[in-house]
Nanobody
Framework: DQFVESGGGQVQPGGSLRLSCEAQ????????IGWFRQVPGKEREGVAC?????????VYADSVKGRFTISKVKHRNEAYLQMDNLQTEDTAVYLC????????????????WGQGTQVTVSA
């Protein structure tokens, strides 16, 4: 069982990227899925989370509301993070994770993690 993350890269401020997270060996839709980001020397931060199956609830960090969108495609067993109007402070390693339920989109709520993909926003 694993996540395969892709879509990271380097982009200028104001640009867009879409991150993908493919679940291999398990049904992604059975779990709450979260995107988190990690900067060296800082705590891992919840960016966006989406509840499992037919529960459509999402939770976003205040810093990304209106700019980032989390989604998933059931038949592809994939989750996505569309990131628009990226800013330099969005630079981080982005990780997807699976958890049992959606509460506050905190790292402690998630037990299964991908390896991460680097996003760099610079002029």
């Amino acid at each position: 069982d694993q996540f395969v993350e892709s879509g990271g890269g380097q982009v200028q401020p104001g640009g867009s990227l879409r991150l993908s997270c493919e679940a291999q060996g398990f049904i992604l839709d059975y779990y709450t899925i979260g995107w988190f980001r990690q900067v060296p020397g800082k705590e891992r931060e919840g960016v966006a989370c989406i509840a499992s199956e037919n529960d459509g609830r999402t939770v976003y960090a205040d810093s990304v509301k209106g700019r980032f969108t989390i989604s998933k495609v059931k038949h592809r067993n994939e989750a996505y993070l569309q990131m628009d109007n990226l800013q330099t402070e969005d630079t981080a390693v982005y990780l997807c994770a699976a958890g049992a339920f959606l509460k506050d989109c905190l790292p402690a709520e998630f037990g299964y993690w991908g390896q991460g993909t680097q996003v760099t926003v610079s002029a």
